[in-house]
């Protein structure tokens, strides 16, 4: 086997994440999500290698040696992992904040957080990467203080919550707190003191709240926009493009998601509307064209 067609060892691939941090931003995005990946399928191959060899019965003698190797790989993998993992989630923290509701964020910034174990442990944000979600460049709403991903992008669309609405003196309604987040806008007033539809900060989907004595309710509104994602064929592979018009009349961007599969390709184009249209995330359905 000539050296171009062996497998980099993991000192190697772990080599190459530090010169994706020496690429200018517009390349280091894209090659440090394809590192990822890369990094993610040489994890799952040491995991079905050592899966494989526990599960030989009656193993030949230099399967110890085989099985030893797949373990080995699996951990260094596994290590390195958490190493991108740990750098993508203290990248979020100082670019985008994250750090729970009012602190750390905005720029500019000349100290870093203090961090210890229990921030790692109890991280939402850390725990959404380490299941290979992408973090979300602005931080979501909070729910006592910490992140809540699932009110903005999870499969409930109604919660019960505690709510307080913010008036401006006089008798004009600015505002609502929520789960003791402050920072929910009024959007629309429905019925005075009692229904709204509501955005945070300005960002990500629309909310009906109706407030109650008791208990009050959130509801998200469904998406406003619909969009299409154009399938393509070639060689047996498939990849995905974000088909996005464009306001002034010109022909619609095309936007290449780093794609195979059309639940990737859904959650890629989630992500680069909340890069480049943050008013409009979760606001926003796609339609699957599939090519012919």
Request: a negative charge; proline letters at 8%.
């Amino acid at each position: 086997m000539d050296q171009e067609s062996q497998p980099l060892d993991a000192d190697e691939l772990l080599g190459f994440s530090e010169r994706i941090d020496r690429l200018p931003a517009e390349d280091a995005e894209w090659v440090g999500r394809l590192f990822q990946e890369c990094m993610r399928a040489r994890m799952r191959e040491a995991e079905l290698l050592e899966s494989s060899g526990e599960e030989e019965n009656a193993p030949a003698p230099d399967k110890g040696s085989a099985t030893n190797l797949a373990t080995n790989l699996a951990t260094e993998a596994q290590l390195a992992q958490v190493a991108l993992d740990a750098a993508e989630w203290l990248k979020t923290l100082w670019n985008v904040g994250y750090m729970g509701s009012g602190s750390f964020p905005s720029q500019p910034r000349t100290a870093f957080p203090k961090i210890d174990l229990e921030d790692v442990l109890k991280s939402s944000l850390f725990a959404r990467i380490r299941e290979g979600k992408r973090p979300l460049p602005f931080p979501p709403p909070t729910r006592n203080s910490l992140p809540w991903h699932d009110l903005i992008e999870g499969p409930t669309e109604s919660h019960v919550v505690h709510a307080e609405l913010i008036d401006d003196g006089n008798n004009e309604t600015i505002g609502a707190i929520i789960e003791g987040c402050p920072d929910w806008h009024i959007i629309e007033e429905i019925s005075k003191g009692s229904e709204y539809v509501i955005q945070y900060r300005g960002k990500g989907p629309l909310f009906r709240l109706d407030v109650n004595p008791f208990f009050s309710t959130l509801l998200r509104e469904p998406p406003q926009w619909e969009r299409k994602i154009r399938v393509q064929e070639r060689a047996g592979m498939r990849s995905y493009i974000l088909i996005w018009p464009l306001d002034n009349g010109a022909t619609a961007q095309e936007v290449p998601l780093p794609a195979v599969t059309w639940e990737r390709a859904e959650s890629e184009a989630a992500y680069w509307v909340a890069m480049n249209h943050p008013e409009m995330y979760g606001r926003v359905c796609f339609e699957q064209v599939m090519p012919g």
